[in-house]
């Protein structure tokens, strides 16, 4: 157990937890500074973030952000628990790591961009990943899928580093002359064969990845395909739906069936981001099935990071220009529908508060419940718990989607104030922003005493399961707790 925290360490790990879990991501050089800022001001409850963000993390920027910030830290513990978690990143996101410390120098649109920190890479990461290489070239069949994944990491990895490749190693990765028990050899003889039997027999017993054999073989006979298709992981299958289409996959109903199987089996598994499939189904014309399933899979994984024992009540501003507001208002229902062990309460608002009522969890009953509601009007927060008031609908924590802004009566804290004593509760305020949105009623809610998250909506529907863990406790504290008593990884004897 830890040692209880003082008031102002929690007021401080709820800040830093907070900034972590609303961070937009896509570029490390953009996270890198958030989590420099943070380990400064708590290494302590940092390292113990780290180990906690493994294990319920979504997002690859901050992971791989927390092994580099360990990995560079001087605080105690911190090295080797980066150095335990880099040791469990697929070779392309240690190849980034080592890159990022490195620092390069990269040309756009005729101009050069430095990524990275321009840093000497630590002996014990150097040291780290060559142990990392070794254990993947002791196994044969590891090394093979590690290079047919990942084949330019790799390599970056040996030269980057100044790491000698082992005998196999040196013959696949550099010489280009992989063992005949190889499957490197196998994805050659694919390559050269015009025989699509011989081609879906050598994919199927050798396991090849869709996005390598799809680069060798000239012709995608149905053969070929349901090897391929047989071959795929959950989330490749997922990544790769809009191009099986456009090569004709759902024109045989036998690797149609074997599709649909496949997606039935990724509500399940382990390794799908929870928002992904929702996002493939954007990037082709999927029939209705299929898209049923995506949307199925998406809750699935969802509704796997923990449950909601809070009573929630979701408010969704729908005035001018917020359509946004009313997509992530539908995703976010579902999501949170799902996994709730509380009353959930939803409504949309313009001057007006329009009840929302879905008939299940599934994203097509938000979708459907949502059907009517259009963005425009004027804007008055607090006309919903203006609502919630007249209902008598106690709740412990409001979820608002909104850009901040109000120009109509009720004006939201003055009617959170009123809704405190009419009610007898006191819930909590998590603001999810979209659009151009300010700080307005995150400032008015702090100065009258209202407890405050803020969740930047960026654009990005896979961040919205960071939402959870903001969600998903008694309170704050219990989050907190957990997260310290989480405990670092050591690293391998």
């Known amino acids: 157990m830890t040692s209880p925290m003082s008031p102002q360490e929690q007021d ?6 907070n900034t972590l879990l609303t961070t937009p991501h896509r570029k490390l050089e953009a996270v890198h500074p958030v989590h420099a800022d943070l380990v400064s001001q708590d290494p302590l409850f940092y390292g113990h973030l780290a180990a906690w963000y493994a294990k ?5 920027d901050h992971a791989e952000t927390f092994v580099i910030t360990l990995c560079l830290s001087n605080f105690e513990g911190h090295r080797d628990a980066g150095l335990a978690l880099l040791r469990e990143l697929p070779p392309y996101e240690v190849q980034r790591v080592v890159d990022f410390v490195k620092g390069r120098v990269e040309k ?26 070794r254990e993947r070239e002791a196994d044969a069949i590891r090394f093979d899928g590690a290079v047919l994944h990942a084949r330019k990491s790799l390599k970056r990895l040996y030269a980057a580093l100044h790491i000698k490749p082992g005998p196999r190693a040196q013959a696949i990765l550099f010489d280009d002359r992989p063992p005949e028990d190889s499957r490197l050899a196998v994805l050659k003889k694919i390559a050269k064969s015009e025989d699509p039997g011989e081609q879906a027999a050598l994919i199927a017993e050798h396991r090849i990845p869709y996005r390598v054999a799809s680069s060798v073989v000239k012709q995608m006979t149905p053969a ?14 997922i990544n790769n739906l809009a191009s099986l289409q456009r090569r004709g996959a759902n024109d045989h109903p036998e690797i149609a069936k074997l599709i649909q199987e496949k997606l039935e089996g ?38 796997a990071k923990g449950t909601i024992k809070r009573s929630t009540a979701i408010l969704v501003d729908k005035s001018g220009s917020m359509e946004q507001a009313i997509e992530v208002a539908k995703r976010l229902g579902s999501m949170v529908a799902g996994i709730m062990e509380a009353p959930l309460h939803v409504f949309a608002f313009d001057t007006r508060a329009y009840p929302i009522a879905a008939a299940g969890a599934e994203l097509k009953a938000w979708e459907k419940a949502f059907a009517g509601i259009k963005a425009g009007g004027g804007t008055s927060c607090g006309v919903a718990v203006d609502a919630m008031i007249r209902k008598g609908i106690a709740v412990e924590q409001i979820v608002m989607v909104t850009d901040e802004g109000e120009n109509t009566a009720p004006l939201f804290v003055p009617t959170l104030q009123k809704y405190r004593e009419a009610l007898k509760a006191d819930p909590s305020v998590v603001f999810v922003k979209v659009g151009a949105a300010g700080n307005q009623l995150e400032k008015l809610c702090l100065a009258a005493g209202i407890s405050v998250d803020a969740f930047e909506f960026r654009g990005d529907y896979y961040s919205l399961p960071n939402l959870i863990p903001i969600l998903q406790k008694p309170s704050k504290l219990e989050l907190l707790i957990e997260i310290m008593e989480m405990p670092l990884p050591g690293r391998k004897a």
């Open 12 to 17: 401080l790990r709820l800040r830093l937890l």
């Open 224 to 237: 070929v395909l349901a090897a391929l298709v047989d071959a795929m992981s959950a989330q490749e299958l």
């Open 56 to 60: 319920h993390g979504d997002v690859r």
């Open 266 to 303: 990724a509500k399940s598994a382990k390794r799908v981001a929870a928002f992904k499939p929702k996002e493939a189904a954007k990037a082709a014309p999927l029939d209705a099935r299929t898209q049923e399933q995506l949307a199925e899979i998406s809750q699935r994984q969802a509704r």
């Open 108 to 133: 756009k649109g005729g101009k050069s961009e430095r990524w990275g920190l321009f840093k000497n890479v630590p002996r014990s990461m150097t040291t780290e990943v060559e142990r990392y290489l």
